[in-house]
């Protein structure tokens, strides 16, 4: 963490300087803002708290209940959730108070006694080591309440306004401020009476039941698998010894069970299967009373016991996956001629089960996207034609999502006779691991994801994957660390720089490309504002082959030393060297001769490129960057 270079700091540093609107941030709803949030589920906090990073754009995000989330429903957070979180500033804050998933047992009919259980396999979480980061069970409620503090401690004071209900939206796409929201008070004096708020964009967040979703027209499609579940967040007394391990039960007497052991250490989750449900169930399976959920779980749990002593939250749901035909308000027919107004993310756009654990962590990486983008292109500094590229991006990892989910929530239901391989359950498992952890989505080519024509020269970052860290070992100081944890969610674009084999000062390719980048027209650099920092936009980063003793700090290009700050400070902490102990060139498949990546603000690899590749860069980036001035925004 940087700080002190605006001046003395004594306060606690995660509290960043107020700055546009954020100083006199008014404390009723504006009429007019530029990005309207609704709702404060995990997709719309998390682009609220992107968005409360650009200091000159008003964004406000109302949410129907009068105050935070007491209990959320989702709980599982993957690896790459975490990966995220790092960014934000809180992963090790949540980690140390979540409960961590390590290894998963599996449980089935003892082959001797079908009416008993005997535990089978415990394979490890993450056997191929695909992130340093950990897979973690934490209320969804406290998720939302470090996006909750990271927006307070913004520039912008963001908070969010909380008493208001969607009522209805209209666009005018010839209007300063085209898309007119009505909202409905739910609380308070002002109970039942409406309003209207005027924004340039709006993301709808606001759940399965989105009215911001019929209000642009989109449609669900899917389709319900007729198998219900019963779901108990519960503290317990038992006897079965794998009570505070993942587990996934599979009876003799035709029933399952995940269990999902809870942050705290004695509160756990479970999922109980309930059997089929009849065509025209018409819902009534969501009757079922807790005491049947509890007497069917100690049925499947046999001969082991489970006495329930406080239930503090449960539910009756039918599987079933559904996705929407779009994820923002662009008709087919629209295509190319006009750019997008309003979106939806998270569970307004895709439904499937719960057992997977992914429809929270699906749902940030949706708000996260559209909340960089959002940001750029109202801060001038790309073409509306950036926003196309969410319901391109989001729609298809979705779709993967949910064809995963039906395999997954099928095999769960399945009986353990009706498996022609007895250990295929925990085969899927380990087999698919890197999907559930949230590193299987792959961002096609666009004006965000460059060709793969030069993929060979850095195989370890695939484009339009995550940026996958890796060690490194910091040169000013000699502090090992991880190259990726460096990156925060402030909106800009990084640029790594992975050098040649010569030193720093030496004529080479790194020196090379240096000198281009601070001085050509096409740099991407040159795009950034008069009067900003020369690192505001772009976060330019060198690793050196050499161990950190081997490179003079002092002959390393200035442009990785920039100066900060209103005092002109040196940034020394833009310069790395290979870890000897974990080479960072041999982990990744850099070639030695040097390689550009360049990484999104949402943390995916845009390209991949030799060090004197300087035309292709600026080409790239020439699509990104917006070829007009910045414009005014509601706050300016």
């Known amino acids: 963490m940087q700080f002190h270079h605006h001046g003395y700091v004594s306060g606690d540093p995660r509290i960043q300087p107020v700055a546009g609107v954020g100083v006199d941030r008014p404390q009723e709803l504006p009429e007019v803002?530029?990005?309207?949030?609704?709702?404060?589920?995990?997709?719309?906090?998390?682009?609220?708290?992107?968005?409360?990073?650009?200091?000159?754009?008003?964004?406000?995000?109302?949410?129907?209940?009068?105050?935070?989330?007491?209990?959320?429903?989702?709980?599982?957070?993957?690896?790459?959730?975490?990966?995220?979180?790092?960014?934000?500033?809180?992963?090790?804050?949540?980690?140390?108070?979540?409960?961590?998933?390590?290894?998963?047992?599996?449980?089935?009919?003892?082959?001797?006694?079908?009416?008993?259980?005997i535990r089978t396999a415990r394979p490890v979480d993450d056997p191929a080591g695909i992130s340093e980061f950990p897979h973690l069970i934490v209320n969804q409620a406290r998720v939302l309440d470090y996006f909750a503090e990271y927006m307070k401690n913004a520039p912008t004071r963001m908070e969010p306004d909380y008493g208001f209900e969607f009522a209805g939206l209209e666009v005018d796409d010839a209007a300063e401020y085209p898309v007119s929201v009505t909202l409905t008070a739910t609380g308070g004096e002002r109970e039942g009476q409406q309003r209207v708020v005027r924004a340039q964009y709006v993301v709808g967040a606001d759940g399965a039941r989105s009215g911001v979703r019929q209000s642009i027209g989109c449609t669900m499609e899917g389709d319900h698998a007729n198998h219900a579940w019963g779901v108990m967040d519960i503290v317990a007394v038992t006897d079965f010894p794998d009570i505070r391990r993942k587990c996934a039960i599979q009876s003799g007497n035709g029933g399952s069970i995940l269990l999902i052991p809870r942050e705290g250490g004695h509160l756990f989750r479970m999922y109980v299967d309930l059997g089929e449900t009849p065509a025209d169930d018409r819902g009534a399976v969501r009757s079922t009373t807790i005491d049947q959920i509890i007497a069917k779980a100690n049925a499947i749990l046999s001969?082991?016991?489970?006495?329930?002593?406080?239930?503090?939250?449960?539910?009756?749901?039918?599987?079933?996956?559904?996705?929407?035909?779009?994820?923002?308000?662009?008709?087919p027919e629209d295509l190319g001629r006009r750019t997008p107004r309003v979106f939806i993310t998270g569970d307004a756009c895709h439904t499937h089960s719960a057992k997977a654990g992914q429809g929270m962590n699906v749902s940030m990486q949706d708000g996260f996207n559209i909340g960089w983008k959002l940001g750029h292109v109202l801060e001038g500094r790309s073409p509306e034609t950036l926003l196309a590229t969410y319901s391109q991006e989001r729609q298809v990892v979705a779709k993967n999502l949910i064809d995963f989910d039906k395999?997954?929530?099928?095999?769960?239901?399945?009986?353990?006779e009706e498996f022609e391989d007895p250990s295929e359950l925990e085969d899927f498992y380990v087999r698919t691991a890197e999907f559930p952890a949230g590193f299987m989505t792959q961002y096609?080519?666009?004006?965000?994801?460059?060709?793969?024509?030069?993929?060979?020269?850095a195989t370890g970052f695939p484009l339009g994957k995550r940026f996958r860290s890796a060690p490194v070992v910091r040169v000013c100081d000699g502090v090992p660390l991880h190259l990726g944890h460096h990156a925060t969610a402030d909106g800009r674009w990084r640029i790594y720089v992975f050098a040649d084999e010569a030193e720093p000062g030496a004529a080479s390719g790194v020196t090379d490309l240096a000198q281009w980048i601070g001085s050509a027209a096409e740099s991407p650099l040159a795009a950034t504002p008069e009067g900003s920092d020369r690192d505001a936009w772009f976060d330019l980063k060198v690793v050196y082959q050499q161990d950190h003793v081997g490179v003079d700090i002092g002959q390393v290009p200035g442009e990785f030393k920039p100066a900060v700050g209103p005092f002109g400070l040196t940034d020394y902490e833009k310069v790395y060297a290979a870890d000897p102990a974990s080479d960072v060139f041999e982990l990744r498949g850099i070639d030695r001769s040097g390689v550009v990546v360049v990484v999104r603000p949402?943390?995916?690899?845009?390209?991949?490129?030799?060090?004197?590749?300087?035309?292709?860069?600026?080409?790239?980036?020439?699509?990104?960057?917006?070829?007009v001035p910045v414009r005014a925004t509601a706050g300016q």
């Open 33 to 117: 803002v530029d990005v309207l949030i609704i709702g404060t589920g995990p997709a719309g906090m998390i682009a609220a708290a992107q968005l409360s990073q650009f200091p000159g754009i008003t964004t406000r995000i109302v949410e129907r209940r009068p105050g935070r989330l007491a209990i959320g429903q989702a709980d599982g957070i993957q690896a790459r959730s975490v990966e995220t979180f790092q960014a934000f500033g809180f992963a090790q804050r949540i980690t140390d108070e979540a409960y961590r998933i390590v290894e998963m047992a599996f449980w089935k009919p003892d082959p001797e006694d079908s009416s008993r259980i």
């Open 407 to 416: 395999q997954w929530s099928t095999l769960m239901a399945k009986r353990p």
């Open 303 to 331: 001969p082991y016991t489970l006495d329930v002593r406080n239930v503090a939250w449960h539910s009756v749901y039918e599987v079933g996956h559904r996705l929407t035909d779009r994820f923002d308000d662009v008709r």
């Open 602 to 627: 949402d943390q995916y690899v845009a390209a991949v490129l030799p060090l004197r590749a300087t035309a292709e860069l600026g080409q790239f980036f020439a699509g990104v960057l917006s070829p």
């Open 444 to 457: 096609e080519p666009s004006m965000l994801v460059a060709d793969d024509a030069h993929q060979g020269i």
